[in-house]
T-cell receptor, first 112, second 116 residues
Framework: EAQVTQNPRYLITVTGKKLTVTCSQNMNHEYMSWYRQDPGLGLRQIYYSMNVEVTDKGDVPEGYKVSRKEKRNFPLILESPSPNQTSLYFC???????????FGPGTRLTVT | AQTVTQSQPEMSVQEAETVTLSCTYDTSESDYYLFWYKQPPSRQMILVIRQEAYKQQNATENRFSVNFQKAAKSFSLKISDSQLGDAAMYFCAYRSAMLNNNDMRFGAGTRLTVKP
């Protein structure tokens, strides 16, 4: 089944404790992206990647890191999480940037 | 930078009736893509419809259609014969077609309620 998977689905952590949210797709897509969703703000793009080893900042990259060492994986790293990073996070992939994006199920992150 | 505005935070419609969700965007580009996504309570993001700016014909997918007005920078979604399963958050999104501009912009969303 073609899909985008994210883990974990739910995470509660404390300020400053490094964490990684994994994202994997099995559709051989070139394009992958991370978003955060906050009430009243919609989805805002954090980082995206057009291909392996190619990443670029989106609208709200501060406090986040990504890497694209393999085509199928695009982990999101929070090296020192803060409470303002409490949000719902989505990973997405697409054949390329012009096509519709397939979204993962979301990761609910709470930073206390 | 491009911005996407959905001016209706909430809308409601009677089952079997028609509803239109509004979306406007701001851009200086001539070529781009526009999308409507649906997010039901499960939180899954589902593509509803896609429109390419260079195409004058409005996109249609079954009961869903758009009214794309390029000059007015407007991209509204019409849902005909509304069903209970259409209840969800709906997001309008914009993506540039320029090779060096790959970010995607979403509106704040419109929550649609369908009344039986």
């Amino acid at each position: 089944e073609a899909q985008v998977t994210q883990n974990p689905r739910y995470l509660i952590t404390v300020t400053g404790k490094k964490l990684t949210v994994t994202c994997s797709q099995n559709m051989n897509h070139e394009y992958m992206s991370w978003y955060r969703q906050d009430p009243g703000l919609g989805l805002r793009q954090i980082y995206y990647s057009m291909n392996v080893e190619v990443t670029d900042k989106g609208d709200v990259p501060e406090g986040y890191k990504v890497s694209r060492k393999e085509k199928r994986n695009f982990p999101l790293i929070l090296e020192s999480p803060s409470p303002n990073q409490t949000s719902l996070y989505f990973c997405a992939s697409a054949f390329d940037g012009s096509y519709e994006q397939y979204f993962g199920p979301g990761t609910r992150l709470t930073v206390t | 930078a491009q911005t996407v505005t959905q001016s209706q935070p909430e809308m409601s419609v009677q089952e079997a009736e028609t509803v239109t969700l509004s979306c406007t965007y701001d851009t200086s580009e001539s070529d781009y893509y526009l999308f409507w996504y649906k997010q039901p309570p499960s939180r899954q993001m589902i593509l509803v419809i896609r429109q390419e700016a260079y195409k004058q014909q409005n996109a249609t997918e079954n009961r869903f259609s758009v009214n794309f007005q390029k000059a007015a920078k407007s991209f509204s979604l019409k849902i005909s014969d509304s069903q209970l399963g259409d209840a969800a958050m709906y997001f309008c999104a914009y993506r540039s077609a320029m090779l060096n501009n790959n970010d995607m912009r979403f509106g704040a969303g419109t929550r649609l309620t369908v009344k039986p």
